[in-house]
């Protein structure tokens, strides 16, 4: 019998009094791989949750998780780490709503992201799905991405709760990180977005912060996101991410997904029944679960439908105005239309425009470089082809090669589409280098060898090195820029749109170069923040050293003038905020967007700080000869430190400087502000490896690191003996642990019908070795029990018959 009536606040308090314990269990864990558990009978429908975020990927098959089964065609928008470079709030907003839009239209009442993880290292295989490397970009563009979805009455999932920067081993690694650089860096987006926007969900990391699992973990989960922050909404945990089930309920940790076929019920009755798990904690639960669906239920009758060409037509406006012109010698760029291209590169007619993994979108069309660009030049012109290289291999292929360089000797002008192949960067395994592959460098360096107008488009989703740059004329870098990446290029390269995208993370000179380079992605399952607070421009920056682009870079076909730099106030006490106004002008031919930055240097401080941090930036559009006034406030929050002593944001009296520019390394003006307060430092003094002269290659000693974290670094997992956390990779050494991990890898091939590609293969080779055994539990909808991985886990440890005849024991049981 279903039961029509809308849940109300006094219908969820009934409801609570009325669920059975069992019930109420049941509701704490996924009905499936997608929907939750529902009581049709009771007024509670079952809602869907859905994987993006560039996008819906709504899944046809009830099959597995990344992204391999069929999904709705739906419009595949920029990825975050090329929207980002937008630096657009409205934009963000306007892609947020139109996917929220699909989701109505599909009814999925939660799309699973913004995933907002900060950038620690640009080898991060999964960055392509994040903003930046700055917590407060991060924070801005997530905020504005929740609000747009939202808004369509969506829900979102703020993911991956916290401290969750790499792709190795992903499922069981150990963030070692201090209080200050955990709250600076690595919560302040969360803590923004949450704010600011209200995430109806938040999904856990799979990691652990400091020895504790990010799903079992209170601090982060009650104490800081609800108590501190304010969460009214549900916590769920990412797909098998569940530790200890009786622990999360305790944490805050409302929703175990997917469902693992009620593998910790019994576990949950038992401590509840026992005394270690309170009826409040779990009815807290049920309580958020019950509104979620409430919040859900409006738009879940009557239909909607999209209009797919707005939203494609938005996904061109979004690729287009984030694309990031990197390098423009001698204003090569724009193009004219009458003229010679040749167009080069296997690219720029099979475009990498979307990362892989939980985020593949199937987009509902695609516009290709070659078929946009052909479409757009004038008829007289002429555009020649050439692929040049052979993508899946880095091996060159001479007679592609060579009909390159011939169809590029006499053009013009030569476009080589080049970048990372999808095999290069993944969700699931991590990025060895930060190089290209070797056949399309040789490819740029051997047609700039023939033609001197050379047009280097880049489709990657993270940074790369760029020896060849010198040799070539323009650089466009389009990161992964959705479906209508084709027509976004074109738009670019001929100057129907003036890019305006600014880089929203460093690009090094080489994958040596970061501070986190040696601390990246750790061993044996634990990785140590031994940077602290050098992420990114914060480390280059404060060491002066070289990089190929800073953070915040980005070309313009006109340039503009910054005049009158204004504060405010000249003091202020930490109270109050004060006000930045500055003129910009457009002082080239073209109109424009200009992206102005507002970085923050504190003059002297108790504690180590980074030479400048990003609090505000403002984008303004500008006619050619137009001046327009842009203000951006600066608030507490802007000079504020988190002082570990006091465990709360302090702000020193003294003096700071105010940077404005159009990249961290460009500051076009500097003013002088005063900050009193109240407020003394009585803490310990930074260790002194973290104040300057930081070395050239970064390293911190274990002792100023113990200094920094305030307590000794736990100790690495014992591999031995074998435990529900020891990964495949550890235990297929041994007998049976090898005969475990054929089977387990047999089976999660199985899953693919057709063919694969190989950059899915290494996805389920690499997601397998990386699985602890847990996951044999969570991830087959509780086909094994948690007794029989005990049991196996007891034969793993040497001790067969006992652990034979738990498995057996409990099979004749069942
Ligand atoms: C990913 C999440 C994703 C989930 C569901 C996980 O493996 O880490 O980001 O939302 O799968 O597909």
Redesign the pocket.
Same mark, same amino acid.
């Given at each position: 019998m279903t039961n029509n009536k809308k849940l109300t606040k006094e219908s969820i308090k009934e409801l609570i009094n009325i669920l059975t314990l069992e019930q109420k269990v049941k509701l704490c864990s996924g009905k499936n791989l997608w929907y939750l558990e529902d009581f049709e009978e009771l007024g509670i429908p079952g809602i869907m949750v859905a =994987?993006g975020p560039h996008g819906l990927r709504k899944q046809v098959t009830e099959v597995e998780?990344? !992204?391999i089964a069929d999904s709705v065609p739906s419009t595949c928008f920029p990825t975050a780490a090329t929207l980002a470079c937008s630096w657009d709030r409205e934009l963000v907003f306007e892609v947020g709503n139109a996917i929220g839009e699909m989701c109505r239209q599909e009814k999925v009442s939660v799309l699973? !992201?913004p @995933?907002i993880n900060i950038k620690r290292s640009p080898l991060c295989g999964r960055n392509f %799905?994040y903003y930046s490397e700055d917590p407060y970009l991060t924070g801005e563009m997530a905020t504005a991405f929740i609000k747009g979805v939202q808004n369509q009455g969506i829900g979102t999932?703020l993911?991956?709760f916290a401290v969750n920067n790499q792709e190795y081993h992903?499922m069981v690694f150990d963030s070692i990180i201090d209080e200050r650089t955990l709250r600076e860096i690595y919560l302040t987006g969360f803590e923004m977005a949450v704010k600011n926007a209200q995430p109806w969900t938040m #999904?856990t990391g799979?990691n652990r912060i400091n020895g504790i699992f990010c799903s079992d973990n209170h601090r982060l989960l009650t104490k800081i996101l609800r108590e501190e922050w304010g969460f009214n909404g549900v916590v769920m945990s =990412?797909? !098998? @991410?569940t530790n200890d089930r009786v622990a999360g309920i305790k944490a805050g940790m409302d929703l175990e #997904?997917p469902s693992s076929g009620g593998a910790f019920d019994d576990m949950v009755k038992e401590s509840l029944e026992n005394g270690t798990l309170s009826i409040d904690d779990l009815n807290k639960s049920i309580e958020r679960l019950l509104n979620l669906v409430k919040k859900s239920q409006a738009q879940l009758d009557g239909t909607y439908l999209c209009d797919m060409n707005a939203h494609h037509r938005l996904a061109r406006k979004a690729a287009a105005e984030s694309a990031v012109l990197l390098k423009n010698e001698g204003n090569l760029l724009p193009l004219k239309k009458d003229i010679h291209v040749a167009i080069v590169g296997d690219m720029a007619k099979n475009l990498r425009y979307q990362g892989h !993994? $939980? $985020?593949l979108i199937n987009p509902d069309r695609l516009e290709t470089a070659m078929d946009e660009i052909s479409r757009f030049i004038d008829r007289e012109a002429v555009t020649t082809y050439a692929q040049g290289y052979l993508s899946g291999t880095d091996k060159t292929d001479t007679g592609l090669l060579k009909e390159a360089v011939t169809t590029a000797t006499n053009a013009d002008v030569a476009i080589v589409f080049v970048g990372l192949p999808p095999i290069f960067e993944s %969700?699931g395994y991590d990025r060895e280098h930060m190089a290209m592959p070797a056949n399309h460098i040789e490819l740029i360096e051997e047609i700039a060898a023939v033609n001197d107008n050379v047009v280097v488009v880049l489709s990657n989703g993270s940074p790369i090195e760029l020896p060849w740059i010198d040799k070539v004329k323009s650089v466009l870098e389009t990161y992964l820029g959705g479906q209508a990446s084709g027509g976004a290029v074109t738009d670019v390269l001929f100057g129907v749109v003036n890019p305006s995208g600014k880089l929203a993370e460093t690009f090094p000179m080489n994958g040596h170069d970061t501070a986190t380079y040696r601390y990246f992605p750790g061993e044996s399952r634990q990785v140590q923040y031994r940077e602290g607070l050098y992420v990114g421009y914060r480390y280059f920056d404060t060491v002066g050293k070289e990089v190929r682009f800073p953070f915040g870079h980005g070309l313009s076909y006109t340039t503009f003038e910054y005049s009158n730099f204004s504060l405010s106030k000249a003091e202020i006490t930490d109270a109050e905020s004060v006000i930045a106004t500055v003129t910009v002008t457009n002082t080239g031919n073209v109109a424009g967007y200009e992206i102005v930055q507002c970085y923050v240097h504190d003059l002297e401080s108790s504690v180590y700080r980074p030479e400048q941090e990003l609090k505000n930036f403002a984008k303004v559009y500008i006619q050619p000869g137009e001046s327009r006034e842009i203000t951006m406030v600066l608030d507490r929050r802007s000079f504020a430190f988190y002082d570990v002593n006091t465990a709360d944001w302090q702000v020193e009296t003294g003096e700071f400087e105010i940077r404005l520019g159009s990249s961290s390394r460009d500051i076009k003006l500097r003013r002088r502000l005063t900050v009193t307060s109240n407020f003394s430092f009585t803490g310990s003094p930074s260790p002194d490896e973290y104040r300057l002269p930081l070395k050239e290659h970064f390293t911190i000693s274990d002792d100023a690191f113990t200094e920094l974290v305030g307590q000794p670094v736990p100790p690495v997992d014992p591999v031995y003996p074998f435990h529900i956390n020891s990964t495949m990779g550890e235990i297929k050494d041994t007998f049976f642990g090898r005969i475990i991990y054929k089977r387990a890898r047999k089976a999660a091939f199985k899953v693919w019908k057709g063919e694969m590609d190989d950059t899915t293969k290494k996805i389920i080779e690499i997601g397998l070795l990386g699985s602890p055994l847990r996951s044999l539990v969570l991830l087959t909808g509780g086909k094994f029990s948690f007794s029989e991985v005990q049991g196996l886990i007891t034969i793993l440890n040497g001790r067969f018959f006992k652990g034979l005849g738990m498995v057996l024991g409990l099979i004749r049981n069942k």
């Open positions: =994987d998780t990344l !992204g699973l !992201g @995933g %799905e999932s993911k991956h992903r #999904m799979y =990412d797909w !098998g @991410g #997904m !993994g $939980s $985020s %969700e």
